[in-house]
Nanobody, 121 residues
Framework: QVRLVESGGGLVQPGGSLRLSCVAS????????MNWYRRAPGEKRELVMG???????SAADAVKGRFTAARDNSKNTVYLQMDTLQPEDTGVYYC???????????????WGQGTQVTVSS
């Protein structure tokens, strides 16, 4: 059993910052890439940031220069630092990870339950 749990969401004023965390727990053997997605109200879920196991990250154009991602493999944790937040960053942010468990099963996709980020004055 594997779980992804996000935290760190909340209400912030435009121009402010938030740091999201996502912790993977359970019978984990290895984690490949970990991504952050978001779904704005009335919109489809979109990829925000991706980060590989060696720490190489890539950002969507909408967040380049404002968001950064980092991983702590020893803690099975990925972070999303969000700076200069704007109202259009409002949405539910989801953590995703591709994980291989200790039972020998193939790599599988896992999702967190999401954390709400609201940017408003």
């Amino acid at each position: 059993q594997v779980r992804l749990v996000e935290s760190g969401g909340g209400l912030v004023q435009p121009g402010g910052s938030l740091r999201l965390s996502c912790v993977a727990s359970g019978t984990i053997f290895s984690i490949d890439f970990m991504n952050w997605y978001r779904r704005a109200p009335g919109e489809k879920r979109e990829l925000v940031m991706g980060i590989t196991s060696d720490g190489t990250s890539s950002a969507a154009d909408a967040v380049k220069g404002r968001f950064t991602a980092a991983r702590d493999n020893s803690k099975n944790t990925v972070y999303l630092q969000m700076d200069t937040l704007q109202p259009e960053d409002t949405g539910v942010y989801y953590c995703y990870a591709r994980i291989k468990t200790r039972d020998g099963r193939p790599w599988r996709d896992y999702w967190g339950q999401g954390t709400q980020v609201t940017v408003s004055s």
